[in-house]
């Protein structure tokens, strides 16, 4: 106990007059936290609702009705058969989960490095440290820039990739369709990278010294160790970290928008890419509630599926 | 093989000295305690024979081996730590398999291995257990037991039962001892508690401040300290120490100490180095040798504490306080004057300038 | 006056019984403990005379008043916790007066309060160090000075001086106890430390699974165990209890290495309880007789040696018992000796654990 425990306990002999017993207290406690239940449930339950009940009409702003009147145009399931149907939709899909699965293990990787070589010291940690978080805090749209002039024929990319081969460079990184994609992940990693060494960085020293010790006077070596102790103690704050990459990265969208524009065609063009296109462009708002939701219920499964691991995680406590 | 002698060994952190020269010989298969307050450096000295840190110079030598450079997974030392550091995401099973698993060894001989130290240690029904739930003493004998399959010449014991409560100690410390006899390896544990290091070590070694104190058997170090450090470390209580000067009376030489008389004449044996000494001395007896006298030293009982099978006597104030443990029929009670004194044999005295004990002859 | 009173107090946490139908007195200025294995149910008790917690059942009184519905700012009782809480930023100073600010009690008279505990608790030359540069000792009388300088009638502690180390504890203990005599007040004390318990308790109580075993003066607890429970818990070595059967006019134990001759035996008894300082160990002569009061040879299993005392283990057929002896006898691990006991040592216990 601490100071401040101490401190509480003292407000708590100070300020309570008749503690309830616990029936009463948990009745109570209900009661209190009744009006901010409700408001949280409204604010989650309310857009999910109207989503639903849009996605399965034909409802769109220009129809001239509102919203509550799209039943007008109910059109049973039609937005889904035409979804199953959409090879747009599903090739924004493939690439969605093209640059997950390339960008999420790279970020991974990269981080899970960094975080061992940072677990140690050495000279000018500091200021590494503080160079390593900082793609971190650029604002995406802006990291979209960034890399949109880097990876220009003329840009800095091509620029230094002459000097190291010799020959003047020329790729059209953002025009051509191979390697848009490519460019848009290289900014996503740089971007992201520092998030995930972050994670595993908080993971990696909170991993019990005396028994990395005990491993190593039992004749471990550094990999050994590492496999056997460091990894499985760190699982649950592994699963952490890549849930929230794969949930974040499959929401890929300022950068790369400012980078291509989803483009060259649809080369570039994620889920969200393909979403807002159809928003702002095509104006079927009927059809994107129902791409949304699509899109929500694998997410759900997803984070559902990191969450029972973590919760069977934290069964064994480190 | 497996004795250690450590020579003229040094640890610098920055300039805090942890250890200052020290040289000590521990015998293969001997138990040796390195006892003292939290600082003394014991810790310290068991990091550099388990090669966890590199002395600032001096040197550790496995019989005839020096350990300079060799890194601590090469040692072939057994480790038990503090809060015996077991890896908590693995079965009891894995923990015992652990070091033959790292070394590269057969399934078979894995399995073979495992089950032997198992049994020995009586963990079989528990192998498959998860390691996190279990009670202090499995924990004890699961670390012991990880340790002890790769049958390391020398296990290295760090203050295992700190975390222990008291009661369940005693049983600890009986089962720690048959397993240093079932093992016959060198030990060399690290302890605060002078009770635990009585009660197992062969020999102890009393350190305070990075300084090696005194080396010997429990009786030795109890019956003979070398200097006040000892003579107050060791005991429970520590030994009494009064302040006085040597002086010469008809009976013999004795100790003046001021406001409480004068003490009973000084054994023979060490009347002339006492003799000898210039200044103040410290007069020095066990509170368990205390008996009650006709002649002796007259004091009033500030406070009696009977705890179970003995009752301590608190005599006295301040500088010139003075413990005594009796039996339970003493009779003595706050405000009476007990009239005590030391059998001669038991007096130890020491100068009070440099602490050091003043030897016989 | 500040006695404390438990009428067939129970606290329940869900399932887990932590206090069992608790009635117990707690005399104005009495030094009381509370003694028992961890989860016994000793912190809930502190805690219910506190006010933290509400009994389900039964009534506390604290000066002949029923509190069960005083809050705890008004039960005028004072805390000093187990790890002492100080402040780490504040000044020993600041941390005593702390109580009284909070309580915006008058300057004026916050200095007296100051004054008059840190005279009582030797405190004064103490007073400007932050906690950091406080020994143990010191660091523990501010925290009594703490709860003491809001002149409570009772004050309670939770095992205050488990952290210190072996031999301040011994020390501390003992000034405790002058503290409390000085200060003429009423102290629940909790500890786990059965010698510490013994040395500085009026009366005490032992625990088991939040039920009350024994209460009343540690020498008393000692000398007379209610059960083979209270006996196992108090002792260093721990009593030896061992089964026992009823011959014509001896009872024996340990395979026949202890035979008490003693007529006034309880026939209902199935288990004796000898102290290990109630044994006498001598060395087994090969006479074939016996000598008066032992049984058959006995073998010496282990020796520890104290210096002041000599604990030996002694191991006759599957049974083991340990006796303590005064000074460094010479005995050696597998000498065989015979044992013996006076028989108005020996304790008896019944069926039920219970002393007979």
């Known amino acids: 106990m601490s100071a401040v425990t101490a401190t509480i306990l003292e407000n708590e002999m100070g300020a309570r007059t008749k503690p309830a017993t616990p029936d009463e207290g948990s009745r109570l406690g209900f009661r209190l936290t009744l009006p901010a239940q409700i408001l949280v449930l409204f604010i989650s339950a309310f857009p999910l609702l109207m989503q639903l009940y849009i996605s399965v009409t034909d409802w769109s702003p220009l129809s001239g009705a509102g919203w509550w009147n799209a039943w007008e145009m109910w059109n049973s399931f039609a937005n889904y058969t035409d979804l199953a149907a959409d090879t747009r939709f599903w090739s924004a899909l493939q690439r969605t989960a093209i640059v997950m699965l390339v960008c999420v293990p790279a970020e991974f990787l990269l981080g899970l490095a960094l975080a061992t070589l940072f677990a140690d010291e050495f000279p000018g940690k500091r200021i590494f440290y503080s160079i390593l978080l900082m793609p971190m805090m650029v604002v995406p749209a802006v990291a979209g820039y960034m890399f949109f002039m880097l990876f220009q024929s003329g840009g800095p990319v091509n620029d230094i990739l002459s000097r190291i081969v010799g020959t003047p460079v020329t790729i059209a990184w953002l025009s051509d369709p191979n390697l848009a994609l490519i460019a848009v992940m290289i900014a996503d990693i740089w971007q992201w990278t520092p998030l995930m060494f972050l994670i595993l960085l908080a993971g990696l020293v909170g991993v019990p010294e005396d028994q990395m010790k005990a491993a190593t006077l039992l004749g471990a070596n550094a990999w050994q160790r590492f496999t056997t102790i460091v990894l499985p103690k760190m699982k649950t704050i592994i699963i952490i970290a890549l849930a929230i990459r794969v949930i974040e990265n499959f929401k890929i969208f300022d950068t790369l928008y400012i980078m291509t524009g989803g483009g060259p065609g649809v080369a570039t063009e994620t889920i969200s890419v393909y979403i807002y296109k159809v928003t702002t462009q095509d104006l079927i708002w009927g059809y994107v509630a129902a791409i949304a939701l699509a899109i929500l219920i694998v997410l759900s499964i997803v984070a559902v599926y990191a969450m029972k691991r973590m919760a069977k995680a934290r069964e064994v406590p480190a | 093989m497996s004795a250690i002698h450590l020579q003229n060994l040094v640890k610098e952190f920055g300039d805090f000295t942890a250890l200052k020269t020290m040289d000590l010989d521990i015998a293969d298969g001997e138990f040796m305690a390195l006892l003292g307050p939290s600082g003394c450096g014991k810790s310290t000295t068991m990091n550099m024979i388990a090669g966890m840190e590199e002395p600032t110079s001096g040197k550790i030598l496995f019989g005839e081996r020096d350990m300079a450079g060799v890194p601590m997974g090469r040692r072939g030392v057994g480790f038990v730590f503090q809060n015996y550091a077991i890896f908590t995401h693995m079965t009891v099973r894995q923990n015992l398999a652990y070091g033959p698993r790292m070394r590269g060894a057969a399934r078979a001989e894995i399995d073979r291995r495992v089950g032997a130290i198992a049994e020995m240690l009586q963990l079989a029904p528990l192998l498959d257990r998860k390691s996190d739930r279990l009670s202090v003493n499995i924990l004890q004998r699961v670390a012991i037991g990880r340790s002890a399959i790769m049958e390391p010449a020398i296990f290295l014991l760090d203050e295992p039962l700190s975390n222990v409560d008291a009661a369940f100690r005693a049983v600890m410390r009986t089962e720690l001892k048959q397993l240093q006899r079932q093992f016959r390896q060198t030990m060399v544990y690290v302890t605060h508690d002078q009770l635990e290091a009585m009660t197992m070590a062969d020999r102890i070694a009393v350190m305070d401040h990075g300084v090696l104190q005194q080396v010997g058997t429990p009786l030795e170090v109890y019956n003979n300290p070398a200097n006040v450090f000892v003579a107050r470390f060791i005991g429970a209580p520590g030994m009494n120490l009064l302040k006085g000067r040597p002086a010469e009376s008809d009976r013999g030489l004795v100790i003046d100490l001021g406001p409480l008389g004068v003490t009973p004449p000084l054994p023979d044996e060490i009347a002339p180095p006492v003799r000898a000494t210039r200044g103040e001395v410290l007069y020095g007896f066990r509170p368990e040798q205390v008996a009650l006298a006709e002649r002796g030293l007259s004091m009033p009982v500030s406070f009696v504490e009977r705890i179970g099978a003995r009752t301590i006597v608190h005599l006295g104030e301040g500088e010139n306080a003075v413990r005594a443990v009796f039996e339970n029929d003493v009779g003595l009670s706050i405000g009476q004057t007990a009239v005590v004194a030391p059998p001669a044999s038991s007096v130890r005295v020491f100068d009070a300038a440099t602490g050091l004990a003043v030897k016989a002859g | ?356």
């Not at chain 3, 809930?44 to 000066?63: F, S």
């Not at chain 3, 916790?81 to 100073?93: E, V």
């Not at chain 3, 460094?328 to 000796?337: E, L």
Request: glycine share 8%.
């Open chain 3, 1 to 356: 006056m500040a006695d404390i009173v438990f009428r067939n107090v129970t606290k329940r946490y869900g399932a887990t019984l932590a206090v069992d139908d608790a009635s117990f007195t707690v005399n104005d200025n009495e030094f009381f403990c509370f003694f028992g294995p961890p989860l016994s149910g000793k912190s809930t008790i502190l805690r219910l005379v506190l006010g933290l917690e509400v009994p389900d059942q039964g009534e506390i009184l604290i000066g002949g008043k029923p509190v069960n519905s005083v809050s705890p700012a008004k039960r005028n009782v004072a805390m000093v916790f187990q790890n002492l809480a100080l402040f780490p930023h504040m000044s020993a100073r600041d941390n005593v007066r702390f109580p009284l600010v909070e309580r915006k009690v008058a300057e004026a008279e916050i200095e007296k309060r100051l004054a008059d505990v840190a005279a009582k608790l030797h405190i004064g030359h103490i007073l400007h160090k932050p906690p950091a540069q406080l020994s143990g000792g010191e660091r523990q009388r501010v925290a009594i000075a703490r709860a003491l300088v809001r002149d409570p009638a009772a004050y309670l502690m939770d095992d205050p001086i488990s952290a210190l180390d072996a031999r301040l504890r011994e020390e501390t203990r003992v000034e405790l106890k002058r503290i409390q005599r000085e200060l003429g007040k009423t102290l629940i004390y909790v500890t786990h430390d059965q010698e510490e318990a013994m040395s500085v308790a009026d009366r005490m109580a032992i625990l088991e699974n939040g039920r009350i075993r024994q209460i009343g003066a540690p020498t008393e607890i000692y000398d007379r165990p209610a059960s083979a429970y209270v006996a196992r818990m108090l002792g260093s070595p721990m009593m030896n209890i061992l089964p026992s059967v009823r011959g014509a006019s001896r009872i024996e134990a340990a395979e026949g290495a202890i035979r008490i001759n003693d007529a006034k035996a309880p026939a209902e008894a199935i288990e004796i309880g000898l102290r290990p300082e109630d044994l006498k160990v001598r060395p087994w002569s090969d006479n074939g007789t016996a000598e008066e009061g032992s049984g058959r040879p006995a073998r010496v299993f282990e020796v520890e040696p104290l210096g002041g005392y000599t604990v030996v283990t002694l191991a006759a057929g599957q049974a083991r018992l340990r006796a303590l002896l005064r000074g460094q006898p010479d005995i050696r691990p597998d000498a065989m000796v015979a044992i013996s006991c006076e028989p108005a040592r020996v304790h008896y216990f019944g069926q039920d654990g219970g002393a007979l």
